[in-house]
């Protein structure tokens, strides 16, 4: 496969911006080749600039549930470009998505529309430290919510640590207050409210982890959260901005029966444009100006072609039988994978919760961030390699989700087994 045009895009690209690139992961450093620029994308394919086509699991990292360039989303875009791009002004469409939403999260009775999931997370703990009056923190290792200082923290390996700054330039102080607890552990979640409880403003959470590969939440852990939290007074915020709209119409929060005080979310609810909101209990959005005095802003907030296409993606979702279909397709991949890689005798660690799942290069199943390094990461980089060059798109690092779409075909799953079938073979001796 030629990929000259990507290759000199690359060496152009890197002269104007920081690794050629406007977000780290995109530059497929981690799997140690150059990336891929995409000139199309159409349904479940991409096509790069060489011309090379793709099935695309990526989905722009997770936003495209329903595809490329899905017929409805396009239509709403278009019908938005008629009437105007940005007002600064409150619009009709901004009412129908925060209904939209509000209507969907069991959890969510008021919702702010922001720009991003960074601004969601960010913003959500401003609002709980000003709610609770208390400033520490409660997140955990390997989840990701966004990039802003204070939740930029990577915990040490091992037990419970206290926050230090996993990038240069964010203050040792933006750390302090930020404790980070292994996902799945309870126990050290409890020892450390024992210790802080009443100085915890809240704990923030993927309720299913989507950025250290796909790590489901064990049985009684989002049960567990809830009921510290609210033994203590602390919040507690689900950080849905992959799962919203994705793991169930009402998001992890409906699949898992767990009523959140807020709710941050992002991907989804933009179609594919760049949103994000946070919401949650009336009693305690109230507080965000103007009704109340948590200041935070935004010139283009509710833009109206983000939320135009954002609602035509949860118009095409609330329908009947979507979910179950996706959940199909999902299934179907699953499968087809784990039956390819026990063929080949690899013993994987597979992970699955409905259209998000993750191969680990693994025997050790994988509950949290220690056991997800225990992944080979080299072996995962070959299979990644040998799947690209088969036509198939996966993100550039074991620790992300692969993204099944509406969009996909089971012939594309199919085929998408058979690369994996292959993939495997050639891997198995590496
Ligand atoms: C992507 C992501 C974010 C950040 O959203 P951006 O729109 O990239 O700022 C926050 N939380 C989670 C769980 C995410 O996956």
């Not at 994705?246 to 807020?262: C, N, T, V, W």
Request: charge should be neutral; hydrophobic fraction near 40%; include cysteine.
């Amino acid at each position: 496969m030629p990929y000259e045009k990507s290759r000199e895009l690359f060496i152009q690209a890197r002269q104007y911006m920081p690794g050629g690139v406007n977000s780290p992961v995109r530059a497929f450093k981690a799997v140690g080749r150059d990336p891929l620029f995409i000139a199309r994308g159409e349904g479940a394919l991409i096509f790069d600039e060489d011309g090379n086509e793709y099935i695309d699991y990526v989905g722009s990292w997770g936003p495209l549930i329903l595809g490329h360039r899905h017929p409805e989303i396009i239509a709403a875009l278009r019908t938005c470009l008629e009437i105007g791009t940005s007002f600064g002004a409150p619009t009709r469409l901004e009412i129908e998505l925060a209904r939209a939403i509000v209507e969907a999260l069991p959890g969510v009775e008021m919702v702010r529309l922001v720009n991003s999931g960074t601004e969601a997370t960010m913003s959500a703990l401003r609002l709980a430290r000003a709610y609770t009056g208390r400033n520490k923190i409660v997140k955990f290792e390997g989840c990701y919510h966004g990039h802003a200082d204070f939740l930029l923290i990577k915990a040490g390996s091992g037990a419970t640590t206290l926050g230090v700054p996993s990038s240069p330039g964010v203050p040792p102080n933006a750390a302090a207050d930020t404790i980070v607890v292994p996902y799945n552990n309870l126990n050290a979640l409890e020892s450390i409210f024992t210790r802080h409880g009443h100085e915890i403003a809240a704990v923030i959470v993927e309720p299913v982890a989507g950025n250290m590969g796909v790590v489901p939440p064990v049985k009684g852990f989002l049960e567990g959260l809830r009921e510290i939290t609210q033994h203590y007074g602390a919040l507690l915020i689900f950080d849905e901005v992959i799962t919203g709209f994705r793991l169930s119409y009402g998001g992890a929060q409906e699949l898992y029966k767990i009523d959140p005080d807020l709710t941050c979310l992002g991907k989804i609810i933009g179609g594919g444009l760049p949103v994000g909101a946070y919401g949650g209990k009336k009693h305690i959005m109230e507080k965000v100006a103007p009704e109340g005095p948590v200041y935070q802003a935004g010139t283009l907030s509710g833009n109206p072609l983000a939320v135009s296409a954002g609602l035509a993606t949860l118009k095409v979702l609330k329908r009947p039988g979507t979910y179950e279909e996706l959940e199909r397709k999902s299934a179907l991949l699953y499968q087809g994978m784990a039956e390819a890689a026990r063929e080949a005798g690899l013993t994987l660690s597979f992970n699955r919760v409905g259209s998000m799942l993750c191969i680990f290069f693994t025997e050790t199943p994988v509950v949290d961030y220690t056991t997800a390094c225990t992944a080979d990461t080299r072996r995962f980089a070959a299979f990644f390699q040998s799947m690209l060059e088969q036509g198939i798109y996966l993100a550039p690092s074991q620790f992300e989700a692969v993204f099944v779409s509406l969009a996909h075909t089971d012939e594309q799953i199919q085929k998408t087994v058979e690369a994996a079938r292959k993939a495997f073979a050639a891997i198995k001796y590496t």
